[in-house]
């Protein structure tokens, strides 16, 4: 099984090193020294990494055979792709890859349908769930524990909790400035019956 585990950013310094937007929970373990990576696309791999490092709170790798800016440059929006036995799990007891994950039922607690995840999708602050709906539509569920409640990869399904209107449009709008506009409208109307 293939996973994306980065995506090379830009050139970094003279030397070829190259900034890497890191997509694994686990970049120790698939982005260091050694590794062999293949790559989106393929004409430009496989890769080896030769160095890593951290700086300025950015992973940048320099690759085998990658010696100066402008080759560096040219490998810039890569994926790099680690070749993961299916069976293998992450360390964290509540971490998955995203191949566990995909096609999972989606239900609420009372096991109502939702839906079935048809694609993850990495945002810097959060992933999200594409929901396919029985009726084909789609919906983004955010990853996080307030709202997937519970991972059950026996049974297959993930359990939502989802806030109103995340789901459904039946959401409850509360907005302040209808508050003010209404008690405007009661001090205009207090005002008149005062003369």
């Known amino acids: 099984m293939q996973l994306v585990v980065a995506r090379i950013g830009r050139a970094h310094g003279i030397k070829g090193e190259v900034t890497v937007e890191v997509r694994t929970d686990e970049p120790e373990l698939r982005l260091g020294p050694g ?11 496989p890769l080896t990494i ?15 055979g990658v010696r100066d ?4 440059e040219a490998l810039r929006n890569t994926l790099l792709i680690a070749d993961v036995d299916p069976a293998e799990l992450p360390d964290e007891p509540d971490a998955y890859y995203d191949h566990q994950l995909m096609d999972l039922d989606v239900v609420l607690a009372d096991g109502t ?12 602050s959060q992933d999200l769930f594409i929901v396919e709906r029985p009726d084909g539509t789609e919906v983004m569920i ?22 109103p209107g995340l789901i459904d449009d039946r959401a409850e709008i509360a907005s302040s400035r209808d508050d003010e506009a209404a008690a405007g409208e009661d001090d205009a109307r207090d005002a008149e019956d005062a003369r």
Do not use: K, N
């Open 142 to 163: 955010p990853f996080v524990e307030q709202i997937v409640t519970e991972i059950d990869l026996e049974e297959q399904r993930a359990v939502i909790d989802p806030p």
């Open 50 to 64: 030769e160095t890593g490092r951290v700086h300025s709170g950015r992973l940048l790798l320099r690759f085998e």
């Open 35 to 45: 590794a062999v990576l293949t790559t989106d696309p393929a004409s430009v791999g």
């Open 113 to 124: 349908e939702v839906g079935r995840i048809t694609e993850i999708t990495h945002l810097p």
């Open 69 to 72: 800016r402008t080759a560096a």
